[in-house]
């Protein structure tokens, strides 16, 4: 069901609780009442900034549906070039024996990754859905619903290795549009990787496995995924937006401790990652910041830039 509350705004910006208590069902008394009370959060913000979209993505070579998150990636990239950002998460083994073999595996996504199916995503922690056909028929619209909604802080991010190339010093630079605790948020990094080749993906969109999965022709399926019936079994694609390593899977704790978090005021968080020994060039990774949300878990908003670039969002100076 859905349905809507109208309540009137405060007069300043910030988080406040919003008690939700269910009083009946079809004009009757609800027999299930445990139920029936809720405590949500509403933040009101004075100063909205722009939203990002993180889809964090559930992959593995091994997968043979797992192509068409490949594909949803490359064209939500085309269509949102400024304003989402994948993490291609994968997960199997690192024996090249097993038949879950994959060598991007990163363990420190664990957390997560083992309690998915593949493939799936999360945009921004809101849920997890299918990275292709999302929470309906197209994952382009649970894009658009992200992105219509307003959000409480603009970033940058910014980042630097070091002489010997050991470490990568990051900084995201917050400024927030409403007034809050330092305890509400928590900074987390993300280090990917494009440009990975020579790994065979799995891909049960083959003609080889026709008419078994339902595909007798290229036309049986969408256009952007019609390529793929007619690669092999396994095929080499070029694996980009690949995590290498997060720090603070939930935020690094304390990361805000020191911030004044107001409307109007920026912070920068700064921190130091080594360099993952999985890496293969360091010319193709990027670093995302991202904000999280201690409450509800959720993803606030994030920003990317290539190792030893930056970006900033709009109103940042």
């Excluded at 913000?45 to 939203?51: E, F, G, L």
């Excluded at 595996?105 to 859905?129: C, H, K, W």
């Excluded at 440009?195 to 049986?220: I, M, R, V, W």
């Excluded at 390593?245 to 990361?255: L, Q, Y």
Aim: hydrophobic fraction near 40%; aromatic fraction near 8%; proline fraction near 5%.
């Amino acid at each position: 069901a859905t349905f809507a509350i109208e309540e009137v705004a405060p007069e300043a910006g910030g988080r406040m609780p919003l008690d939700l208590e269910i009083t009946g069902v079809n004009g009757a008394k609800d027999d299930y009442a445990s139920d029936n009370s809720e405590q949500l959060r509403v933040i009101a913000i004075n100063t909205p900034a722009k939203r990002k979209v993180v889809m964090e993505e559930f992959t593995g070579a091994w997968c043979g549906w797992c192509p068409r998150g490949l594909v949803a990636i490359e064209n939500l990239k085309s269509a949102y070039p400024n304003d989402f950002i994948p993490i291609s998460v994968h997960y199997g083994m690192d024996n090249p024996t097993s038949g879950y073999y994959d060598p991007y595996v990163d363990e420190s996504y664990i957390q997560l990754s083992q309690n998915m199916s593949f493939p799936s995503a999360m945009l921004n922690r809101t849920g997890v859905l299918d990275p292709y056909l999302g929470s309906g028929e197209t994952v382009v619209d649970d894009v658009e619903s992200i992105l219509a909604v307003p959000v409480e802080v603009a970033m940058g991010v910014a980042s630097e290795l070091n002489e010997n190339k050991t470490m990568i010093d990051v900084s995201a630079t917050l400024k927030f549009g409403i007034n809050a605790s330092p305890e509400d948020y928590s900074v987390a990094y993300v280090i990917v990787e494009d440009g990975l080749t020579g790994t065979e993906q799995t891909n049960y969109y083959s003609h080889d496995y026709s008419p078994s999965n339902g595909f007798n022709s290229a036309a049986d399926l969408p256009n952007d995924l019609q390529f793929l019936f007619n690669e092999s079994a396994t095929y080499t694609p070029v694996f980009n937006d690949v995590s290498r390593k997060i720090e603070g899977i939930v935020g690094i704790a304390g990361s805000l401790a020191n911030a004044t978090i107001a409307d109007g005021k920026s912070f920068v968080h700064s921190y130091s990652i080594a360099v993952p020994s999985s890496i293969n060039n360091l010319d193709n990774v990027s670093v995302i910041a991202m904000l999280m949300d201690r409450e509800s878990g959720e993803i606030v908003s994030a920003e990317k830039a290539k190792l030893g670039e930056m970006a900033y969002a709009t109103g940042i100076d």
